[in-house]
């Protein structure tokens, strides 16, 4: 795509410590092109699940309009519950 894309310090072990706890997605207003290209990078290895085609969610996706995300398509899919407790920094 001949785009640069600096990731910050310490990405990828603080992203081997959420996969332990969640499921990560990859949801970009970019083209499906372009969120293929961030996945390679966050995930070259595929250890962190994002090379699933439901993992990745990209403009063509989006079920509102305007440039706004929503969260529908991630949540959609599976059942849904409030968290109550208070977050704290992963060590």
Known sequence: ????TKLRPGLHP???QLVQRFELYVYTMGARRYAA?????LDAD????LRGKDRVIAAEDATSRG???GLDIVLGAEETQKDTHTHRPLP
Do not use: A, D, T
Not at 37 to 41: H, I
Not at 46 to 49: D, H, I, T, V
């Open 37 to 41: 290209e961030v996945v390679e990078l």
């Open 1 to 4: 795509l001949g785009l640069w």
């Open 67 to 69: 440039g706004q995300k």
């Open 46 to 49: 595929g250890s962190l699940g």
């Open 14 to 16: 603080f992203l081997r």
